[in-house]
């Protein structure tokens, strides 16, 4: 049946079909389709050749050849051996969407969108032109695996072209598309167009390469068979089936080498490379066991994507060995499937179910793509040819911005201006004041999406706020915040830590232990006292447990006097300052600096040693959560007839202006409300303030909030 059906069709077309036959069985019902776009490719470009001489649909017929190599669907061969009729002739996006597809028209239409991008060797046109590029195709993965494979046919016919070409394709090749196809995951490409085009753009330097190692050809060849037989011995013993590939590494890899550490080309050692290839993750790691034990491995060189894979998903074992004769060789162990990823990278991600041919399943080991599965799986609209479906959002993940010198800097999605910030430079993130994206002055919180340019404000003035690590998206940020009030917060955990120690055992009068008990902080396990008293202020560690374990003959006396304010336990009601407090009497009441409570905030007291109880606003950062000290926390309420005024606290972030800071002032003096404090400063485009008002209560605060707002170049206001 078949070999009748094979008879319609050229030789050459048939030659393909068996090509798509190795991986997709499915791909006979297609037949008549891609018969179809051969034919229109074929016809379409009949009068066009090559400089070669050759017919123009060659260069199609190896672009779908290519494609069948990354084992692509239909579409896509079909796309591909399409993929220059809008360009070439005179066909229009709708006639190729009415014969074929919709899909296949705008693949099509994307691949010729990407040829119309001129690149530019400038450094900041490129990183411009990468950004295009991204945009334009990230619709659809499909549109860059066909330029691919359109441009890896034209690299590999280069040589006829005049030198200047070759230049600028290579150029564009190496800076735009190599990297590109390392992002994906697609190292077979991506070296193919490292050494192409080094081959272009250093001919002298290439050709110098190739004669050396040809010339010590039959010594390498001799070295890689005997360090393979070695390997495969080692295996044998140890019942491991593998397949074992020698290689010498690409004389791009090499030239980058030699460039980097500055030696000639008979120090290189490094140009050997073998890749094991087993059948499960823990032959893996026997093999590299047995490998070590072997050879001499090189410590710094070693890396495991297995346990951690990259996120195009790369996984292999990496490590370099001191091989015979001291010469190094980089190992490569992973398994076949790891291989096959490796290799074809996302394009291996596509699956075909035996039955259909269809492409429906998407390996899940990208999260990425995972995330993307998710919502195709929830979207009932989402039909079940899923690669038909599937418009993939290449860089959902990422953002692309620049700085205002046009460096390309990549973040996660909804990174902020704060986290962006923290990319530049830790010193940038933690003086940072403000931003601006695309020129307009923005908050730190604000989003930031693909293609903006952001430039970031800072002030030696200024200090991080714990409110940052609410909105920062990036690990580094929040890293870099948080070790920051580590280190700043120390001094306050000691101070509050040598209270608590002392003001407890005095509570048990126990003052004479003080000193003794400090002296035995080493045994206790802290190197110095600040030490002891961080850990008792942060509450890592009680007082009781320290007596219970350090203080044996007083431990009747202390396990029931360990609870400090039990004094507090008989209810009264006292009323001062505007603040009713249970079960306290005659208590010096005073408001908290940090958040300066008024009447209508939700509040708590706390113990404080000698200044009576402060009173927060309930969610004042600084309100201690440990259980050491919560037993200091009290339940406090607003008296309800209060005829005092409040201090309320104002943060202020605007635009540098004229007249600002009078309008400001206005806003407030026509409230009737009066300004205790008003401290402006400018930092270039923008002003920080700070504004202390006097108020009743939280609504009175509030409604200032609410006009200062409607002030003309305000950027933020909020209490402190
Ligand atoms: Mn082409």
Not at 66 to 81: K, R
Request: net charge positive.
């Amino acid at each position: 049946m078949i070999s009748k059906e094979k008879s319609k069709y050229s030789k050459k077309f048939n030659s393909l079909i068996d090509k798509i036959r190795e991986y997709n069985s499915g791909v006979e019902k297609d037949i008549p389709l891609i018969w179809k776009t051969y034919i229109f490719a074929k016809k379409g470009h009949a009068n066009q050749f090559r400089l070669s001489g050759e017919p123009y649909f060659e260069h199609l017929y190896q672009t779908a050849i290519i494609l069948t190599e990354l084992s692509m669907d239909t579409t896509t061969i079909c796309a591909g051996l399409l993929h220059d009729i809008l360009e070439d002739t005179d066909y229009s996006k709708k006639t190729i969407a009415s014969e074929f597809s919709d899909t296949i028209a705008d693949i099509v239409e994307g691949v010729t969108k990407i040829s119309d991008i001129k690149f530019n060797s400038q450094e900041d046109k490129q990183a411009n032109n990468f950004r295009k590029m991204l945009l334009s195709v990230a619709n659809d993965i499909r549109v860059i695996i066909v330029k691919f494979a359109d441009r890896l046919n034209n690299m590999r016919t280069l040589d006829i072209m005049i030198k200047s070409k070759q230049e600028r394709i290579s150029l564009e090749t190496r800076d735009i598309y190599a990297p590109l196809a390392h992002r994906l995951g697609m190292y077979k490409i991506k070296s193919e167009f490292e050494e192409l085009s080094f081959k272009f753009l250093e001919p002298e330097r290439y050709k110098f390469l190739q004669q050396h190692l040809h010339k010590n050809k039959k010594y390498i060849d001799k070295y890689i068979i005997e360090f393979q037989k070695t390997i495969e011995n080692s295996l044998k013993k140890s019942n491991i089936n593998a397949t074992i590939i020698g290689r010498i590494k690409n004389l791009s890899s090499i030239n980058k080498k030699m460039n980097k550490q500055n030696i000639d080309f008979d120090k290189i050692y490094d140009i050997l490379a073998i890749r094991i290839m087993v059948d499960s993750v823990t032959n893996c790691y026997a093999v590299l066991g047995i490998i070590h034990q072997q050879f001499k491995p090189i410590a710094e060189r070693f890396k495991d994507f297995i346990a951690t894979q990259k996120t195009n998903g790369y996984q292999s074992v990496h490590t370099t060995v001191i091989g015979p004769e001291g010469k190094n060789v980089e190992v490569q162990i992973r398994t076949h499937e790891m291989n096959r990823i490796a290799e074809t990278g996302i394009a291996a991600h596509w699956k075909y179910k035996e039955s259909d041919g269809n492409i429906n399943e998407i390996d899940n080991k990208i999260l990425w793509l995972r995330e993307l599965i998710d919502i195709l799986k929830t979207d009932p609209n989402s039909s079940n040819d899923f690669m038909e479906t599937l418009k993939i959002d290449l860089f959902k993940e990422e953002i692309f911005v620049f700085t205002p010198k046009g460096d390309l800097i990549t973040l996660p999605q909804k990174a902020t201006a704060l986290d962006f910030a923290f990319a530049v430079h830790t010193e940038v993130g933690l003086s940072c004041i403000g931003s601006k994206v695309n020129s307009k002055i923005v908050t730190l919180n604000t989003m930031l999406s693909s293609g903006d340019k952001v430039e970031i404000l800072t002030s030696k003035n200024i200090k991080p706020s714990y409110n940052w690590l609410k909105f920062v998206k990036t690990n580094r940020a929040k890293s870099r915040i948080k070790r920051w009030f580590q280190k700043n917060e120390f001094d306050e955990s000691v101070a509050l830590g040598k209270e608590i120690f002392e003001k407890n055992l005095r509570k048990l009068k126990m003052a004479d232990k003080i000193k003794p008990l400090l002296a035995r902080h080493e045994e206790m396990g802290f190197q110095t006292q600040s030490l002891l008293y961080q850990a008792i202020g942060n509450g890592k560690i009680t007082v009781k447990e320290l007596l219970d374990n350090y203080c044996d003959e007083e431990k009747e006396i202390k396990e029931d006097g360990i609870k400090p304010f039990n004094v507090f336990s008989r209810i009264f009601r006292s009323t001062s300052n505007g603040v009713t407090i249970q079960g306290v009497d005659n208590v010096m009441v005073n408001f908290a600096k940090c958040c300066s409570p008024i009447p209508g905030d939700d509040i708590v007291g706390y113990i404080t040693r000698g200044k009576g109880i402060t009173i927060h606003r309930s969610d004042c950062k600084n309100i201690p959560t440990k259980e050491e000290e919560v037993d200091r926390l009290i339940d406090v309420n607003w008296d309800k007839n209060i005829d005092y005024t409040f201090y309320s606290h104002l943060n202020i972030l605007c635009e540098n202006r004229n007249g600002m800071v009078s309008d400001i002032s206005n806003v407030i003096q026509n409230m009737k409300t009066s300004i205790a404090s008003i401290n402006m400063k400018t930092e270039g485009p923008i002003v920080q303030g700070n504004i202390i008002i006097i108020v009743d209560n939280l609504k009175h605060t509030k409604n200032v909030i609410k006009n200062i707002k409607k002030i003309n170049g305000i950027i933020k206001i909020n209490r402190i």
